[in-house]
């Protein structure tokens, strides 16, 4: 059977209080920081320009906690710079890419040092190669923005606001997931700067054993400055939003479940169904995608044969359609997320749809004048998928002893 991964996603107006990490003093890491003149105009801290609105541009109110200040390198130097004087002295650091993930901690650390990659935000193409070398800060919408104009794109985010440092080094499920594996997997180089300073690449041909670690390892092996990834020979993608009826829950959930199973024999096609709750109440949505362009996919004929009341499907570019996939983004809300993975089983779904419809009974009568949203997402994860990642060398994922025969 195939894996059941479920995201819970919530946005709040109202707050959480993060934990505090201190190492050494973070006034002298700063001054240390300042103190360099290969640094002069990257060191910020709260009465500079620039650092509100850096902290500003985080996805989550809950991740944006002030450092006592912030380094936007601007170069693998930059970087280097910075680790070594933050290693000597045994400075306590974060760092961020695209500020997307949602908890305090997660790109960032409060009272301490924050390395800001969001000025090395690159992507340079090389037609002759195939290969997309990518600097950490950048967006998955600037990637696909930038790669359009060759008529390729990248197995990446699924969302425009996605960092490209977190997401590849975290995993990545991408529009293309199933035929290509994981974004991490189809990374062929890392530029990485260690602990030390040294500036290394890891590859299959040297420093083999990082560049696996990195294929789900996080920022725990070293600062990552460039990524370069095979890209897709195509940039065009069918897919869209279809929002249901709440009465056809069972007819959405038999398609899923249909899907599901049958899934590794189309691994083109990907189906997300989506129960959320906002404003106007329920909503029941799925948001169906082939990557290979196909309209009509055999994988999604349950979900067709589902009377809808509206859907965007269509052709189109990866850099047109996620923009639409992303939805509105406000910045400076309290949001947070949490997943699981279990087998799929078609009364488990039910089981957290009625789950969740009795929470947020409970957090509506708890916070009648809050105005909250909550997602609840399924998406599978199949043997497919995991295969891709083990014929291009692994990954440290570990989801071989998840996703069973």
Known sequence: ????????????????????????????????????NSLAGRVLTSRDDGFEARLDSYYSANAANPPQCMVLPQSKKDVATTIQVLSEIGCAFGMRSGAHSAFAGSNGLEGGV?????????????PSTGIASIEPGSTWGD???????????????????????????????SFHTGNRGFACDNVVNIEVVLANGTIVNANRHENANLLRALKGGSGNFGLVTNISTRA??????????????????????????????????DPASQAIVTLLYGKEGFSLVSVLTNSNAKSTAPAFNEFVKITNISSTARVGSVAEMVPEFTGPTPLGLYA?????????????????????????????????????????????????MVARGAEQGGNVLGLERVVAD
């Open 232 to 265: 897709v020979p195509s940039n065009k993608i069918w897919g869209g939003i279809t929002t249901y009826a709440l009465n056809n829950t069972d007819k959405v959930v038999d398609a899923y479940t249909k899907f599901v199973n049958k899934m590794d024999d």
């Open 114 to 126: 924050t390395i800001d990659f969001g000025y090395m935000n690159s992507t340079v193409y090389d």
């Open 143 to 173: 990637v696909y923005s930038a790669l359009d104009r060759f008529g390729v794109t990248a197995v990446g985010g699924r969302a425009s606001v996605v960092g490209v440092g977190g997401f590849t080094t975290g995993g990545g499920y």
């Open 336 to 384: 947070n997320w949490m997943t699981g993975t279990a087998l799929h089983d078609q009364q488990l779904m039910y089981f957290i749809l009625r789950t969740v419809k009795k929470y947020i009974n409970r957090m509506r009568l708890a916070a009648p004048s809050s105005n909250f949203e909550l997602l609840t997402q399924f998406q599978p994860v199949t043997r497919s």
């Open 1 to 36: 059977m195939n894996a059941l991964f479920l995201t819970l996603t919530s946005s709040l107006v109202f707050g959480f209080v993060g934990a505090t990490t201190t190492g050494s003093a973070p006034r002298q890491c700063c001054a240390a920081l300042l103190s360099q």
